[in-house]
T-cell receptor, first 116, second 115 residues
């Protein structure tokens, strides 16, 4: 079964500092990986996704993530945090097979706090 | 182009009542997914439907929960005889086609509170 693990349920950074949110996956075949952001009382918005086209994926709002097969990781980064980045971030992996191919399996989430 | 719509946004039910959650996918999308987010937890897959068909319900509790996506109208997630443990945010997502790399677009969710 596929799974993702997000290291650190809470991350706090200062405005302007580097943001690093960690995600490790477990999959027997090359996975499709996603990062979503959730603002309070809202749905999830896609930040970026890895589909094997390129290992470094650029997303919206200045975020990017690098797929590292050797480390089974897909960490999310942003060079300079902004107050508006404060939200919960979820890493997810899509399923395999004809029926489960579209099912997303989510990590537990990382709450990002940005301090002024 | 309207996104995924869910209603109601908030729903309060007493134990034993029924809850009906509605989801209208993005225009042109025929694949719908339901996820549940319990307090302080991530989202958990419940069910995947195409028009008039349940494709994967492996994440759905065996009792009291059902889902449908009729030929016309929104997808419905129905919870019978609700219990306090059903209190959660229920999210619907839709996609244009099925498959691993396809993006799922999420609605704002329905927050169910069972008293």
């Amino acid at each position: 079964a596929q799974s993702v693990t997000q290291l650190g349920s809470h991350v706090s950074v200062s405005e302007g500092a580097l943001v690093l949110l960690r995600c490790n996956y477990s999959s027997s075949v090359p996975p499709y990986l996603f990062w979503y952001v959730q603002y309070p009382n809202q749905g999830l918005q896609l930040l970026l996704k890895y589909t094997s086209a390129a290992t470094l994926v650029k997303g919206i709002n200045g975020f990017e993530a690098e797929f590292k097969k050797s480390e089974t990781s897909f960490h999310l980064t942003k060079p300079s945090a902004h107050m508006s980045d404060a939200a919960e971030y979820f890493c997810a992996v899509s399923g395999l097979g004809e029926t489960s191919g579209s099912r997303l399996t989510f990590g537990e989430g990382t709450q990002l706090t940005v301090n002024p | 182009n309207a996104g995924v719509m869910q209603n109601p946004r908030h729903l309060v039910r007493r134990r034993g009542q029924e809850a009906r959650l509605r989801c209208s996918p993005m225009k042109g999308h025929s694949h719908v997914y339901w996820y549940r987010q319990l307090p302080e937890e991530g989202l958990k897959f419940m069910v995947y439907l195409q028009k008039e068909n349940i494709i994967d319900e492996s994440g759905m509790p065996k009792e009291r929960f059902s889902a449908e996506f009729p030929k016309e109208g929104p997808s419905i997630l129905r919870i019978q005889q609700v219990v306090r443990g059903d209190s959660a945010a229920y999210f619907c997502a839709s996609s244009l086609i099925a498959g691993g790399p396809e993006t799922q677009y999420f609605g704002p969710g329905t927050r169910l509170l069972v008293l």
